[in-house]
C-alpha cells in the first residue's frame, strides 16, 4: 500500500479511537466543500452514462481555459481528463513507456507506480533548494549511464512546486531541463497539481511546458486547489504536435481499459 494512505488509515484509526494526532500523511487539506460546488454536484445527480473516455468536451474546454490563463499553449483536443492525477500520472507511464527518471527526494508514488508499470525508475538528485526537478547535468549523466547498460529511459517525472520538500525550480533549472529532455529525447511530465497554492505572485512557479512545450504532459486535479480529494478528478494537458498526437491515442486506449470514463456528475 501507498505509504501516505496506510499512515492516513493508520492516524484515522489513533484518532477515533480517542488520540489526539497530527495528520501529515497525504496532501488532503481538510476544508468543506464550497456550496456553488455541493450545488452544481447534486444537480448533476441523474447523469449515470458513460461519457467519453477522455472527458466530456465541455470540461476539457473548461481545463484548457484554466491552462490558458497560465499562459500555456492549450488545446481541447489534446486534454484527457481521469479519476484523479495520480491515476493519470500511472497511465501516462504506461503510455510513453521504458523507464522513468525520478527526482530524489519525490513524492513516494512516482517510484512505486513505475515498478508496477513494469518499468525502472532512475533516480536523479535534486540541485540545492531547487526541489521537484532532477539536475540536468545529472539527469544527462544518468540517462547516458543507464542507456549504455542497455536501459530505456523514456520519461523524466518533475513536481512543481514539490512535494516534499515545498519549493520549486528556478527557470533556469527548468530551461536547462527542457534542453536536456531535447538533447536525450525523453518527455517530460510535469507534476502540477500543487500550483495554485503558491500564495505569493512574486514566486509563480513557471512550467516546463513554457521551455519545451513540443515534449511536456502537465497533470493537475482539484484535490490540492479546491480541497475535493474525494471527488478524484485530474486532467492532464498534452503536447501539440506529433509527440502529443502519438500520446493522445496511447494514452486513450490504457484510459479506456483502466476506468473508461471519468465520473459523469463530477465533470
Same mark, same amino acid.
Given at each position: ?20 494526532? /497530527? ?23 441523474d447523469?449515470?452514462?458513460y ?10 474546454e ?15 483536443e ?9 491515476? /493519470? ?12 527518471v ?12 513505475a ?33 549504455a547498460? #542497455? ?13 516534499p ?22 518527455v517530460i ?12 505572485p ?18 493537475? #486535479? ?27 491515442t ?18
Open positions: 500500500m501507498s505509504a501516505t494512505l496506510a499512515a492516513d488509515e493508520e492516524l484515522t484509526r489513533r484518532h477515533r479511537a480517542g488520540e489526539q494526532v /497530527l495528520f501529515m500523511a497525504s496532501g488532503e487539506i481538510g476544508l468543506s466543500v464550497l456550496p456553488e460546488l455541493r450545488e452544481r454536484l447534486a444537480g448533476a445527480a447523469r449515470n452514462a461519457g467519453p473516455v477522455t472527458g466530456d468536451a465541455a470540461l476539457r473548461a481545463v484548457a481555459g484554466y491552462w490558458g490563463r497560465r499562459g500555456l499553449d492549450a488545446d481541447p489534446l486534454v484527457v481528463a481521469g479519476p484523479g492525477s495520480k491515476p /493519470l500520472l500511472f497511465a501516462l507511464m504506461l503510455a510513453v513507456g521504458g523507464d522513468v525520478v527526482p530524489v527526494p519525490s513524492w513516494v508514488s512516482y517510484t512505486a507506480q515498478t508496477l508499470a513494469g518499468a525502472r525508475p532512475i533516480p536523479v538528485r535534486t540541485p540545492p533548494g531547487e526541489g521537484g526537478v532532477p539536475d540536468p547535468a545529472a539527469l544527462r549523466e544518468a540517462v547516458a549511464r543507464e542507456r547498460a #542497455g536501459r530505456d529511459p523514456r520519461c523524466v517525472v518533475v513536481t512543481l512546486p514539490d512535494n520538500t515545498g519549493t520549486f525550480a528556478s527557470p533556469d533549472t527548468l530551461r536547462d531541463l527542457a534542453r536536456a529532455a531535447r538533447d536525450l529525447d525523453l511530465v510535469s507534476d502540477e497539481i500543487y500550483c495554485d497554492l503558491v500564495f505569493d512574486a514566486d509563480r512557479t513557471a512550467s516546463p511546458a513554457a521551455f519545451a512545450p513540443e515534449r511536456t504532459v502537465v497533470t493537475t #486535479g482539484l484535490t490540492k486547489n479546491l480541497a475535493l480529494g474525494g471527488w478524484r478528478t485530474g486532467a492532464a494537458l498534452l503536447p501539440r504536435g506529433p509527440l502529443g498526437r502519438e500520446l493522445h496511447r494514452l486513450a486506449a490504457v484510459v479506456s481499459q483502466i476506468w473508461s470514463s471519468t465520473a459523469a456528475p463530477v465533470q
